[in-house]
Every structure is written in structure tokens, then in C-alpha cells.
């Protein structure tokens, strides 16, 4: 998945991330946003609302786990959360 920072307080640049069940900053097996590189670490939902991170690119299971685990990010409300068939 690719996110970008749109926050004045932060450099605008798109960043590869990860969506993580298993992460230390995971609560009860919720889904955790994880930045990867050297900079990178788990982001909580209101920490990613503060750097205003938009959702570039992401499968439909990584937007579904990213909203119920409470992230209310730009860019996740793009693609439909379910598909009936």
C-alpha cells in the first residue's frame, strides 16, 4: 500500500506502508498502519489523522481492516468497503 502526508507539519511524500495484526502497538488483533523504511513505525489512528495521511493505493482488504480498526483517512472511502455478488 502506498499513503502520502498532506499536513503543513510534515514533508508531502508518498511512503510505502502496511497494514499489521501482529504489531506491539496492535490492540486486541486490530489493524495497525505501519510506515516501512528507516523512518518508519506504527501509526494509530489519530496520529494519522494529524499528519493528514491520504491513501494512494491499497487492496479493498487493506481499506476494510484500516476502517474498522478506525482510521477515517482520505483516499479510504474511494474504492467500495463490500461487494455483493
Do not use: W
Not at 489493524?31 to 494512494?56: K, Q, S, T, W
Amino acid at each position: 500500500m502506498r499513503i502520502k502526508a498532506t499536513s503543513p507539519l510534515f514533508d508531502r511524500c508518498e511512503l510505502p506502508a502496511a497494514v499489521m495484526r501482529n504489531h506491539p502497538r496492535s490492540c486486541f488483533g486490530n489493524a495497525v498502519l505501519v510506515l516501512l523504511g528507516p523512518d518508519g513505525g506504527a501509526v494509530g489512528p489519530l496520529e494519522a489523522e494529524f499528519a493528514g495521511y491520504e491513501v494512494i493505493e491499497a487492496t479493498a482488504e487493506e481499506r476494510i481492516a484500516l476502517l474498522e480498526a478506525g482510521y477515517r483517512l482520505r483516499g479510504l472511502e474511494s474504492e467500495p468497503q463490500y461487494v455483493d455478488v
